[in-house]
Structures are given as C-alpha cells and as structure tokens.
C-alpha cells in the first residue's frame, strides 16, 4: 500500500540557513499535518492543511512557513534555520479532518543545523 | 488541558509473556485515543484507536487497547510478547475542540527479552 513520502531524509543545514521539507500525502488523503520531534520527547504538532487550505496551527515558530499544492503535496519551508530546530520533522496524512480518524506518518526528515 | 500520561519510561517483559503499557488522559469531551509504534528512526505506526462503541479494540501486530471512561485510561496490551515488538509506543488522543490537534504521551520504551 502506498505511503505517505517525505523528501528529503536527511538534511545538514547551517544557522540562518533555510531548509524546504516535503511531503507527499498517501492518495486520496485530503488533509497533511506537520509534527516536530526532538531527541527524546514526543512529536509536537506544527500546522496542517485541509484542502489546501490551512486548517489549524500548533507551536510552529514564525520562522517557519507552509503550504499545500493543488496536487496535494506539501511544504514546510524554514528560514533563519536555529541550533534548536536540528530535529526530526514528520508529515503525516488522513482521509479526513475529522478527529476520529487515524492519522498514517512518513519516514520523516532529519534536520541537523550545525 | 487536555492531556496525555504514559507512567512508564520504560517496560521489560520476557518473550512470550503478556505485556501491558499504561496510558491515562484527561481531556473535555470525548476523547479519541490512539496508540502509535515508533521503531528507531523510523515514523510513527498506527496500532489501533477507540472511537465509541466496544471498550475493547482490537489492532496490528495482535495488539488490543481497553478503553476504560470511569478510570480515563486505555492501556494497551498483548498477551504474548515478540522480541520484534520492542519499540518505543506512543498514546495520543484527539477531541472535536483540538481539531487537528494530536497530543501525544511522552511514550513507553517496550523492551523484550528473549
């Protein structure tokens, strides 16, 4: 079956770098969120995206920016890249926005700021 | 707040006996909870989820979760372990008024000893 796909795996990036994460939605799958996790902790939620239409918003710093295509796929995009954002970042999709339906994540992205 | 507890770093079960992760939450409304697998550098697996109905639910892997209201919990168990099921397992709940939102337990790291 397919997958939700995040692109890329890893990333190196310096301070005040930016860096462009994405996510391709498993199909049929109409709304993507965004989840932050730091070295032994939980995933904390970002943003998400319904329609392509932005649909809530959790601790998502400022520096931070997202967007959902036509097709679906989406982007986080990060500017002034921080030593504090080095984390995985997770996209994941669901068939629907409704809150009883689970939630299917990605492989994930390392991010690394040096 | 809405809230998600998982008491246990971590659990040590020898294989083939029964284990059990322990999950509380407190949230207004009703809650759907939902219990995710993380295994190392990977993303997050559904396992099962309880919306109404059944207190107990059934999921992958020979998984099943007792949803409890009386003590807000839903502890997840199988009644008998694999050394493949040592991972790191997440409890997270979701209500209508946090939409998107997902609020995670700090996770449960399953460790099975052959």
């Known amino acids: 079956a397919a997958g939700v796909i995040q692109s890329p795996r890893h990333l190196i990036k310096e301070k005040r770098e930016t860096a462009t994460l994405k996510c391709y939605p498993i199909?049929?799958?109409?709304?993507v969120y965004w989840y932050q996790q730091g070295p032994g902790q939980d995933p904390q939620f970002l943003i998400s995206?319904?329609?392509?239409?932005?649909?809530d918003k959790g601790s998502i710093p400022d520096r931070f920016s997202a967007q959902q295509f036509s097709d679906y796929h989406s982007e986080l995009n990060m500017s002034s890249l921080e030593l504090g954002d080095s984390a995985l970042y997770f996209c994941?999709?669901?068939?629907?926005?409704?809150?009883?339906?689970?939630?299917?994540f990605g492989p994930g992205t390392r991010l690394t700021v040096t | 707040a809405q809230s998600v507890a998982q008491p246990e770093d971590q659990v040590n079960v020898a294989e083939g006996n029964p284990l059990t992760v322990k999950c509380t939450y407190s949230?207004?409304?009703?809650?759907?909870l939902f219990w995710y697998v993380q295994y190392p550098n990977r993303g997050l697996q559904f396992l099962l989820k309880?919306?109404?109905?059944?207190?107990l639910v059934k999921g992958s892997y020979g998984f099943e979760a007792e949803f409890n209201k009386s003590q807000t919990s839903f502890h997840l168990k199988k009644p008998s372990a694999l050394v493949s099921d040592s991972a790191l397992y997440f409890c997270?709940?979701?209500?209508?008024?946090?939409?998107?939102?997902?609020?995670f337990g700090s996770g449960t790291r399953l460790s099975i000893r052959p």
């Open positions: 994941a999709s669901s068939r629907s926005r409704d809150p009883s339906y689970e939630q299917y």
């Open positions: 199909p049929r799958h109409d709304t």
């Open positions: 995206f319904y329609e392509k239409m932005q649909s």
């Open positions: 949230v207004s409304g009703n809650p759907y």
């Open positions: 309880y919306i109404t109905g059944d207190n």
């Open positions: 997270a709940v979701r209500t209508y008024s946090s939409a998107s939102k997902i609020i």
